[in-house]
């Protein structure tokens, strides 16, 4: 085989199709550089570094808290409106900031991706990551607040590494759709921070799922997000916020769904992202 043949093999993704979850191990050490030079890039330069991942949600959250709770007087089920817009607003800005990350990671990385091979998942996998940052450091946010309030945690709270894991998923199945998407389809770099808008409005951040009326709740639960919302809402707040079973289980369903299929797609077009990125 020539040397051109070896080299555009080596820039293949899914040259190792039998063995990539073995690939992307051996990379591993790309995949934490990869998270720690986007974690670098992203404050370079900042005067408060870091803590604007503190700032953002923060601010996100006296706004709600003004125009929903004090403008529009929606109901707060019991609790300090704060507290229960904090608790929706955690697990949604980190999946629509992993998503959009992820959305445009592998196009923001294409001279590595033209050059040599390794797996492609490693990109959007790292973007999601440096979220997961975020969202450990805007928990010092519910920690203030619950303290402020005098919240005591509820026993539920030991449930809330599971939404964690349903949430990390959605975002990795997302990202893995529209990273894949945006190489082929540049409209995708458009159309993703409308869908994140549109998103946190139609999704139970600012209100509790309760305003919704019985008859629709399992159609609004269409929305991946809402089962994960109301878990995290539950685990946090406790009883309550009841958690609509059907709702979570459809939830669950179509988070894995998504998964699965971004998966495959992604796979499907991983080795034509070097010549068409």
């Known amino acids: 085989m020539s040397r051109k043949s070896d080299a555009i093999l080596e820039i293949e993704a899914g040259k190792l199709e039998k063995q990539y979850l073995k690939d992307i191990w051996s990379f591993r050490e790309l995949f934490f550089f990869l998270v720690w030079r986007d974690f670098l890039v992203r ?75 390794f797996p492609r998942l490693i990109v959007p996998s790292s973007t999601i990551i440096l979220s997961f940052v975020d969202f450990i450091i805007s928990f010092l946010i519910l920690i203030i607040l619950m303290i402020w309030f005098k919240y005591v945690p509820p026993w539920q709270l030991i449930t809330l590494p599971f939404f964690i894991i349903i949430a990390l998923v959605a975002s990795l199945g997302s990202g893995m759709w529209l990273s894949a998407l945006n190489i082929k389809y540049r409209d995708f770099r458009q159309i993703t921070p409308f869908i994140v808008q549109i998103g946190a409005y139609i999704s139970p951040v600012a209100f509790s799922q309760s305003i919704i009326p019985g008859q629709w709740r399992l159609l609004y639960s269409l929305n991946p997000m809402v089962g994960v919302i109301d878990g995290f809402r539950w685990a946090i707040l406790g009883g309550k916020f009841d958690v609509y079973i059907p709702g979570l289980i459809l939830s669950i369903v179509l988070v894995t769904v998504i998964f699965i299929t971004g998966f495959r797609y992604f796979r499907k077009t991983e080795r034509i992202f070097a010549d068409i990125i």
Do not use: C, R
């Open 43 to 117: 404050y370079k330069q900042t005067a408060i570094g870091f803590l604007w991942a503190f700032i953002k949600p923060a601010i996100t959250l006296v706004i709600f808290s003004v125009l929903f709770g004090s403008f529009a007087h929606l109901p707060n089920d019991g609790v300090p409106y704060p507290l229960l817009v904090i608790s929706g607003l955690i697990p949604w800005t980190f999946f629509a900031n992993a998503m959009s990350e992820s959305s445009n990671s592998l196009i923001n990385n294409s001279n590595l991706i033209s050059k040599v091979y």
